[in-house]
């Protein structure tokens, strides 16, 4: 069964660091496109940052960009996305995604067919 499971999220002052993982199991994404998707409530989920296979080509919504780092580690099926000078806005909860069908890391949602179940990430101000 194929599983990507999220962990690192928490509660977090503004300004601080959170660095959140996604483990896949069920079968290897050493080959795929990754991404981080997050929600907030009542807001529509939206792009965060995505990963090519070989951690080569990165892309980031420009919310996120110069605070937040995709990576990735391919020996372990593992994704991370650490987060730093969090601000309020950044609550929500945060979904690992994963594309088994060819293409890049993209921006959209629609490119993706693997969901993780999300963590939560809340930054007080």
């Known amino acids: 069964q194929v599983q990507l499971v999220e962990s690192g999220g928490g509660l977090v002052q503004a300004g601080g660091s959170l660095r959140l993982f996604c483990a896949a199991s069920?079968?290897?994404?050493?080959?795929?496109?990754m991404g981080w998707f997050r929600q907030a409530p009542g807001k529509e989920r939206e792009f965060v940052s995505a990963i090519s296979w070989n951690g080569g080509i990165t892309n980031y919504a420009d919310s996120v960009k110069g605070r937040f780092i995709i990576s990735r580690d391919n020996a372990k099926n593992t994704l991370y996305l650490q987060m730093n000078s969090l601000k309020p806005e950044d609550t929500a909860n945060y979904y690992c995604a994963a594309r088994t069908w060819p293409g890049g890391p993209g921006y959209s949602e629609f490119e993706y067919n693997y969901w993780g179940q999300g963590t939560q990430v809340t930054v007080s101000s």
């Open positions: 069920g079968r290897t994404f050493s080959n795929v496109a």
